[in-house]
T-cell receptor
Framework: AQSVAQPEDQVNVAEGNPLTVKCTYSVSGNPYLFWYVQYPNRGLQFLLKYITGDNLVKGSYGFEAEFNKSQTSFHLKKPSALVSDSALYFCAVRGLTGGGNKLTFGTGTQLKVEL | DVKVTQSSRYLVKRTGEKVFLECVQD?????MFWYRQDPGLGLRLIYFSYDVKMKEKGDIPEGYSVSREKKERFSLILESASTNQTSMYLCASSMPFVRTSVNSYNEQFFGPGTRLTVL
């Protein structure tokens, strides 16, 4: 079965500094990987996905993620954090059951960007 | 823009009540999903549907059922609510996964969530 690990419950960053939110995965076959963000009292919003191709994926709001097959990681990054980036971030991997329609999510990482 | 709406943002019910959570999407998506979100556990899939009248169990289906009579609407039913079903419930929809196209895995679009409290 597929799984996703987000090892940090919370990440604190100063505004203007680079940020990294970590994600590692386990899946049979080719990994299809996603990052979502959840702002307070809101549903999840899609940020970016890796399906195939370039290991560096660019997404919304200046975020990018680096796929590393040997380390089975898909870390989310941003060169310069903003206070408005403070939110809950989820990594997800596509499952092979249910006709390939199912996503398995990590437990989430709370990002706090401070002035 | 895809819009996924959920019938209530906040709901308070009593133990043993039958509860209906409704979800509607306006983008003609084949796939629809129900998740629950709990602190420290992330999102867990309850049920999903890949076509009208079709449903498949997710990871935690016990105590829940679903109904999809129309393509745009997917309902989650708690037959007899219990306190351990107090949670945030999120609905999502997506286009289908097409096996013949490696780039076709489409992201899910989420509704705003329903925070259910069972007393």
């Amino acid at each position: 079965a597929q799984s996703v690990a987000q090892p940090e419950d919370q990440v604190n960053v100063a505004e203007g500094n680079p940020l990294t939110v970590k994600c590692t995965y386990s899946v049979s076959g080719n990994p299809y990987l996603f990052w979502y963000v959840q702002y307070p009292n809101r549903g999840l919003q899609f940020l970016l996905k890796y399906i195939t191709g370039d290991n560096l994926v660019k997404g919304s709001y200046g975020f990018e993620a680096e796929f590393n097959k040997s380390q089975t990681s898909f870390h989310l990054k941003k060169p310069s954090a903003l206070v408005s980036d403070s939110a809950l971030y989820f990594c997800a991997v596509r499952g092979l059951t249910g006709g390939g329609n199912k996503l398995t999510f990590g437990t989430g990482t709370q990002l706090k960007v401070e002035l | 823009d895809v819009k996924v709406t959920q019938s209530s943002r906040y709901l308070v019910k009593r133990t043993g009540e039958k509860v209906f959570l409704e979800c509607v999407q306006d983008m003609d998506h084949e796939n629809m999903f129900w998740y629950r979100q709990d602190p420290g556990l992330g999102l867990r899939l309850i049920y999903f549907s890949y076509d009208v009248k079709m449903k498949e169990k997710g990871d935690i289906p016990e105590g829940y059922s679903v109904s999809r009579e129309k393509k745009e609407r997917f309902s989650l039913i708690l037959e007899s609510a219990s306190t351990n079903q107090t949670s945030m419930y999120l609905c999502a929809s997506s286009m289908p996964f097409v096996r013949t196209s490696v780039n076709s895995y489409n992201e899910q679009f989420f509704g705003p969530g329903t925070r259910l409290t069972v007393l």
